[in-house]
């Protein structure tokens, strides 16, 4: 009897999980041609030379390593303090990151070809998935080495795209790239469209998802050396994101009151003032050397610094001529995407990828969409950290273009008043911090709010297909068919629904907002005490 009820289990399982795919296949939409799905960093594994896996920041015991590093670390700094001499500290600092990055060093020059490493997926030989309808947004996914810059890698996805193209019979693909896969596929459009390749333009339309085509504020900002460190912006983030610290409610309740309290009684202060007068005297040296010895070695990464803070950058990071000298190659690599793609010409007023995307929709007829989000600070000890974006870019480097709002701000009634002079005001958020009427696309560009960077809900994916296969057709102003410009989603299982009124920042810097909260605090502390 046993037997037999093992067995229709077995059965009711297997039945359960055909159902659930069929249910999950259903919901996830399809494209009429193939799409090729481009993901940010990290779409692929690294491997050394000898065929292992590379060690990264995410596979290492991050508090096993912490613990063995930080000892000889705050040693150093002890003495650095005292003696006021913060060469041996800083030497200490920098040898404990770099470690980290070994395995996923370049060479100078920022290559992979002696000292880097690789993935094992050869685009020209690769399992290619035979359809002729009905495409999922995953069915072809382009690989690369996210390390390296865009322009050495678009032959590659020009060879993948020939492939599936041969494959599936089309002559067109869709794109939709994401986050730092938007920037390599863009200089394979760049190619395709200067001619670069001896067959017919393939994009027929394409979807930037939370793109790093304008920069990170993240990026831009760190590269550049603009480290600030404000107090009420630290306190600012830690009741944003104090609450996801732990997994106990009370103890985020005690992080985030704790933060605000010594805030208020400028303890806070105190520590940032002691802060910066160490950066003060360590920061042009410091900044610098941590970067390449972590992710300032990698083209790719060049290729997210916007143009008002390239030039700077560059002159922060190479802030001498040996090291000009030692990374010309990467140096060059650096300028080539930038050149092309990144700067901003001053007689139109476009950056090299903003032009570029108008003009393959005059010559090309490839039709472009945005997603972008907002609504979440940025780690605070960069300048404008309290721009409303989603923790990497802002909303307006999203989005290609919004003006938004700093986190705890919303449009004042003049800025308000003149959008409505101008009839634009039907593309500001309902809680009035972003205007998606300055975007390059204004029509064919939508917002999710609250979002973190690497939360990628389905209903995104399925917009993108709406859109592809609408021919380009597809407006925030489709009702019927697609979300409002601005949403946020909610986690309960209702996805996606309208931005409405605005609900406040959630965070207060009154002294009653911050006495409410320790009390409230005391209060948990108290009961959990006395159910114990």
Known sequence: MKKVISVLLCVLFLFSAFAFAAVAAENAEKSDIPVIYIKGRNNRTILKADGTPAANAKELDRLEYISNVAGPVLEEFAKAYITDDYSDWMDALVDSIAPIYDDWRLDPDGTATEVGSYINWDPATCSIKKKTSDYGIMDYMFYYDWRLSP???????????????????????????????????????????????????????????TSALAGYISAGALFSNKILFDPDVIDQYASFHGNDAFDDPLYNTILTTMVSVCNMAKILGWGTEMIEEIYGKVGDELIPRIIMASYGGFPSYWS??????????????????????????????????????????????????????????????????????????????????????????????????????????????????EA???????????????????????DTTWFAKGLAHEDWPEEHHNLAIRFFNSKGELTVWNEEAVPAQFVEYDESGEGFTEVEEPSGSGWTDSKFGILYKFIKMVIEVLVRLFTK
């Open 304 to 417: 997210m610094i916007s143009d008002s803070y390239f030039d700077e950058a560059k002159a922060a990071v190479f802030y001498n001529e040996e090291l000009e000298e030692k990374y010309a190659g990467l140096i060059e690599r650096a300028d080539e995407y930038h050149e092309k793609l990144g700067k901003v010409n001053k007689e139109t007023g476009y950056t090299g990828y903003e032009q570029l995307i108008l003009d393959c929709k005059q010559a090309h007829g490839m039709s472009t969409a945005v997603i972008a989000k907002y609504g979440r600070p940025f780690i605070p000890v960069i300048e404008n950290s309290n721009i409303t974006g989603d923790g990497r870019g802002t909303a307006e480097e999203l989005s290609l273009g919004a003006t938004c709002t700093t986190i705890d701000e919303t449009f004042s009634e003049e800025y308000l008043a």
């Open 420 to 442: 409505r002079e101008k009839g634009t005001d039907k593309y500001i958020s309902k809680d009035l911090t972003v205007d998606a009427s300055t975007c390059l696309l204004p």
């Open 151 to 209: 322009f050495d890698v678009a032959d590659q996805l020009d060879t993948y795209i020939e492939r599936v193209c041969k494959v599936t019979g089309h002559d067109k693909v869709n794109i939709h790239a994401r986050c730092l896969g938007a920037n390599f596929a863009m200089a394979y459009i760049y190619n395709s469209h200067t001619g670069e390749y001896d067959h017919e333009f393939r994009v027929s339309g394409l979807v930037l998802n």
